[in-house]
């Protein structure tokens, strides 16, 4: 069945660093995936998302390139601020109704 | 637009009690999802609804665990009795449609700690 597997953590990184979180994932043909951020004591929100083969999905400087070839949606920020400090979590359906599998997440913390 | 709202947004329980958690999707989704993240663990999936009802409850972890949707409205998910394994984030999450175009919009979770 799906499933994704989530680079471990915790991240820390200095203010302006460079990002990348690895997710890579098993899937039955080519479901969309997602990235989902928990930012302190809020609730999952929906990052970004692709929904094919080769797309990118992109918000608020945060990237990520569904690549079929390496079965990868690597998270990526060319440079990150103290506001970013949160869970980030990957994901993909795993059933007719869309249920996802998430990762086990990554806690990143940016230090001033 | 209301999001998805969770209540109680912290519990703590005694180990043998009973809670009940309730989630208010978003107005007009159809599909209501439960999930949970214990531990620190990845984010499980626990069940599905469909207005009111259940398509999808594999991920349940056993019967002391309870889920209702009355009416197709507001959901609710009675944990009786707690565990200390209970402890954790249980997240709701709505959405219109399952096709690919549609958005899962997820609540801000109830902790729940059980003693």
């Known amino acids: 069945g799906n499933s994704v597997t989530q680079m471990e953590g915790p991240v820390t990184l200095s203010e302006e660093a460079f990002l990348t979180i690895n997710c890579t994932y098993t899937a039955t043909g080519y479901p969309s995936l997602f990235w989902y951020v928990q930012y302190p004591g809020e609730g999952l929100q929906l990052l970004l998302k692709a929904t094919k083969a080769d797309d990118k999905g992109s918000n608020k400087g945060f990237e990520a390139t569904y690549r079929k070839e390496t079965t990868s949606f690597h998270l990526e920020k060319g440079s990150v601020q103290v506001s970013d400090s949160a869970v980030y979590f990957c994901?993909?359906?795993?059933?007719?109704?869309?249920?996802?599998?998430f990762g086990s997440g990554t806690q990143l913390t940016v230090l001033p | 637009e209301a999001g998805v709202t969770q209540f109680p947004s912290h519990s703590v329980i005694e180990k043998g009690q009973t809670v009940t958690l309730r989630c208010d999707p978003i107005?007009?989704?159809?599909?209501l999802y439960w999930y949970r993240r214990v531990m620190g663990k990845e984010i499980k999936f626990l069940l599905h609804?469909?207005?009111?009802?259940?398509?999808?409850e594999s991920g349940m972890p056993n019967n002391r665990f309870l889920a209702e949707r009355t009416g197709g409205t507001y959901s609710t998910l009675k944990v009786q009795p707690a565990e200390l394994e209970d402890s954790g984030v249980y997240f709701c999450?709505?959405?219109?449609?399952?096709?690919?175009?549609?958005?899962?919009?997820f609540g801000e979770g109830s902790w729940l700690t059980v003693v």
């Open positions: 994901a993909l359906p795993i059933g007719s109704a869309r249920q996802l599998t």
């Open positions: 999450a709505s959405s219109q449609g399952i096709s690919s175009g549609n958005t899962i919009y």
């Open positions: 107005s007009g989704h159809d599909n």
């Open positions: 609804f469909v207005k009111e009802s259940k398509q999808d």
